[in-house]
C-alpha cells in the first residue's frame, strides 16, 4: 500500500485528487453523485472521503433529499474553503491593494493603501511588509494555514524568476529587481513561505476563469485599460501565454497607428495604448473647444473633469463631440482587437477597466468596427463582454494563481497515523 515513504502511491494520489476536485466544483456532493463522475467505486470514493474529511479538507453537509426509490438520505460533503489562505497584493500605480483569500477566492481584511509621493522599490516594499504582517497578525492560525504570497506587479514581471523586469510607473525600481529576494528579506515570517509574483494582467485573467465571466472558456483574453496603460492576459488551450521572455499580453505597445499617432508613455508613436488613452481623448476635446464648437462637457468655456464615462453618457444625450470621441475611441478599440483576434484566435474577449464603464453603446460600436477589419468575409464570432469584477480582480487572480499551484503540484495525501 505504501510508496516506501508510508504514502499513498501516485495512482491512488491521482484518484484522491480527482474526488477532491469534483468535491470542490460542486457546492456540496453525495458519494453516489460522485462514483460516476469519477469512475470509482462508492467504497473507495466513501474511503476517500474519509480520508479527507480527516485532513480537514472536505466537511460533512448534512443530509440530501431521499431518491425517489424512498431510500435513505444521502449525506452530503462540502470542499472546506478554511483549510488554507493565501495573501494576495496588487501593486497599482496609486495603490497597494491587499486582502487575505481562502481557497475559494473568498477575500478577508481587503485594504487599499495610497502609495504617495514615496514610490522608490524600498519604501513599497516596506508597505508591503506592513501589509502581510497586517494580514498574518489578523489571522488566528498565523502562519499554519497560509500556502503563499502572491504579488500582482503593473509592468513587465518573470514569474519564474520572481523578478520585475522594468515597471513604468516605477521609474526608478530600475530593471530586473530580484523582487521576491527583496520582499523575503523584509518580512522574516515568510522564510518557508512561497512566494509568486507575475504582471497583474495574467492574474486579472485568471480572475476572470475562477469567478467572471470566462468560467469554463479555454480560449479568451483579457484586456485591461486603466487611466495609464493597457495590458492583455491572454489564455490559449487552458493555458496561460507568458512568452519567450514574459512579453505576451504587452499588447498596449503594439502600434497601432505609426503616421500620426501620438507618443506613448514607451517613446514610440501610435502604441494601441496612447491611441485609446483618455489623454488622447481629452485633447481631441480640448482642441474642439479651442476651435469654438459647443458640447456638454465645457462648461462656461473650461473642460470639467474628464472621464470615459462621463464622455459615453453625454453621447447617449445626443452630444456630438462625445459621440465623434466615441467613434474615434471604439474604432483604434476594433483595430488593436482585429490584430489580437487574428493573432490568438480568442473566443472571448473580456474588457476590465475604465471603459467598462463606456456601456453598451460603446462594445457596439466596436463589434461594428471589427467587422470591417482583417480578413472582412471571416464571420468573427468573437464574443466581446465587459468584466463583471471590480478593482479586487488582481488580488483575486493572483490568489487564484497560488491555490491552483498548491493543488495540482504540493498537495499529497498521506494516511492519517
Ligand atoms: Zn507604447
Redesign the pocket.
Known amino acids: 500500500m505504501g510508496d516506501g515513504e508510508g504514502g499513498i502511491k501516485a495512482h491512488k494520489q491521482n484518484n484522491i485528487r480527482q474526488v477532491l476536485n469534483l468535491i470542490r466544483e460542486h457546492e456540496t456532493a453525495a458519494v453516489a453523485e460522485l462514483a460516476p463522475k469519477s469512475r470509482l467505486s462508492k467504497t473507495t470514493v466513501k474511503k476517500m472521503i474519509d480520508l479527507l474529511v480527516c485532513l480537514g479538507l472536505v466537511q460533512s453537509a448534512g443530509k440530501g433529499l431521499s431518491t425517489d426509490e424512498g431510500g435513505k438520505k444521502p449525506e452530503l460533503f462540502r470542499f472546506n474553503p478554511a483549510y488554507g489562505y493565501v495573501i494576495s497584493i496588487h501593486v497599482t500605480p496609486e495603490a497597494i491593494l491587499a486582502a487575505a483569500s481562502d481557497l475559494s477566492w473568498g477575500l478577508s481584511q481587503f485594504r487599499k493603501t495610497p502609495v504617495g509621493l514615496k514610490r522608490d522599490l524600498e519604501s513599497i516594499l516596506a508597505l508591503l511588509a506592513g501589509e502581510i504582517r497586517r494580514i498574518l497578525g489578523a489571522k488566528a492560525s498565523g502562519r499554519e494555514k497560509l500556502l503563499g504570497v502572491v504579488v500582482a506587479l503593473p509592468g513587465l514581471a518573470d514569474s519564474s524568476r520572481g523578478i520585475s523586469i522594468y515597471s513604468p510607473h516605477y521609474h526608478d525600481w530600475g530593471r530586473n529587481v530580484p523582487f521576491l529576494d527583496l520582499l523575503r528579506e523584509r518580512v522574516e515570517e515568510l522564510a518557508a513561505v512561497p512566494l509568486f509574483v507575475d504582471c497583474v494582467n495574467r492574474y486579472q485573467a485568471f480572475a476572470e476563469r475562477v469567478k467572471g465571466v470566462a468560467v469554463g472558456v479555454k480560449n479568451f483574453m483579457i484586456i485591461d485599460a486603466i487611466t495609464v496603460g493597457l495590458g492583455a492576459g491572454i489564455f490559449l488551450h487552458g493555458e496561460l501565454m507568458r512568452g519567450h521572455q514574459s512579453l505576451s499580453g504587452e499588447i498596449?505597445?503594439m502600434?497601432v497607428n505609426p503616421v500620426d499617432g501620438p507618443r506613448?508613455?514607451?517613446?514610440?508613436h501610435g502604441?494601441?495604448?496612447?491611441m485609446v488613452s483618455a489623454n488622447r481623448l481629452r485633447a481631441l476635446a480640448d482642441d474642439a473647444r479651442m476651435n469654438g464648437e459647443q458640447s456638454l462637457l465645457f462648461q462656461n468655456g473650461k473642460m470639467e473633469d474628464f472621464d470615459i464615462a462621463r464622455v459615453c453618457e453625454l453621447s447617449g444625450q445626443g452630444d456630438k463631440l462625445c459621440r465623434r470621441l466615441i467613434d474615434d475611441v471604439a474604432r483604434w478599440f476594433a483595430v488593436g482587437l482585429g490584430n489580437i483576434i487574428l493573432t490568438n484566435d480568442p473566443e472571448l474577449i473580456v474588457i476590465q477597466g475604465q471603459y467598462v464603464k463606456a456601456g453598451e453603446c460603446f462594445l457596439k460600436h466596436v463589434r461594428e468596427g471589427l467587422r470591417r477589419i482583417g480578413l472582412p468575409d471571416v464571420e468573427k464570432t468573437v464574443r466581446i463582454e465587459f468584466s463583471a469584477l471590480g478593482e479586487e480582480r488582481g488580488v483575486i487572480g493572483g490568489a487564484a494563481v497560488v491555490i491552483s499551484d498548491f493543488f495540482a503540484k504540493r498537495l499529497s495525501f498521506k494516511e492519517k497515523e
Not at 506613448?264 to 514610440?268: H, K, R, T, V, Y
Not at 502604441?271 to 496612447?274: K, L, M, S, T
Open positions: 498596449g505597445h502600434t506613448c508613455n514607451c517613446g514610440n502604441c494601441f495604448e496612447a
